[in-house]
């Protein structure tokens, strides 16, 4: 039985990945740029495509950065009783 042959990755021209993101076709370039996005100028000529799978990983990324933002405004506004408990020691 021979293995199932791997799927071609599938890209998207940046206009797309921002349409999906609601964000400007510059911000895609940046992100493909600082790598949180995997791209590759492909064709003649080159042009950006970026790959769909990354478009998750970015997602999934934002995703635990705002969870974690959360977390820290909430530890910010909480009091210290709630954060540390109560001990008889301040309770007297």
Known sequence: MTPAPTPAPQFLAPAQVAELLSIDVAEVIGLIHEGRLRGAQLGSPARWRVEEASIEGYLAEQSEEARR?????????????????TSAAHTR
């Open 69 to 85: 933002m959360a977390l820290w405004r909430q530890s910010q506004t909480a009091s210290f009783p709630e954060v540390w408990g």
